[in-house]
């Protein structure tokens, strides 16, 4: 069973800096896009990054020039780096990766159970 798991979110003031982690476990036979999503309180879910298999990535306007989003193909793993964090940046940050497996070999998108992230002032 595939499974993503996060980590690294936690309290930080504003102007600071967070690393995001996120492991995709399981018997995998390939991962296509990954990314990060977060969700503010009240608000819709929203994708703050994605790279792709071959490394090509997108940002969220809002986010664009404060962090930057990585991943380690041999690890199964995917990476956000956050700097001058903002208040607004608060929320449960959500891994997401479109993975193909033996019993779905087209793949469908997974999602981790997310990690806070708080900034305070």
């Known amino acids: 069973q595939v499974q993503l798991v996060e980590s690294g979110g936690g309290l930080v003031q504003a102007g600071g800096s967070l690393r995001l982690s996120c492991a995709a476990s399981?018997?995998?036979?390939?991962?296509?896009?990954m990314g990060w999503y977060r969700q503010a309180p009240g608000k819709q879910r929203e994708l703050v990054a994605a790279?792709?298999?071959?490394?090509?990535?997108n940002y969220a306007d809002s986010l664009k020039g404060r962090c930057t989003i990585s991943r380690d193909n041999a690890k199964n793993m995917v990476y956000l780096q956050m700097n001058s964090l903002k208040p607004e940046d608060t929320g449960v940050y959500y891994c997401?990766?479109?993975?193909?497996?033996?019993?779905?070999?087209?793949?469908?998108?997974?999602w981790g159970k997310g990690t806070l992230v708080t900034v305070s002032l």
């Open positions: 399981g018997i995998i036979f390939r991962i296509n896009a």
């Open positions: 790279i792709t298999s071959g490394g090509s990535t």
């Open positions: 997401n990766a479109f993975i193909s497996t033996m019993e779905i070999p087209v793949g469908i998108n997974y």
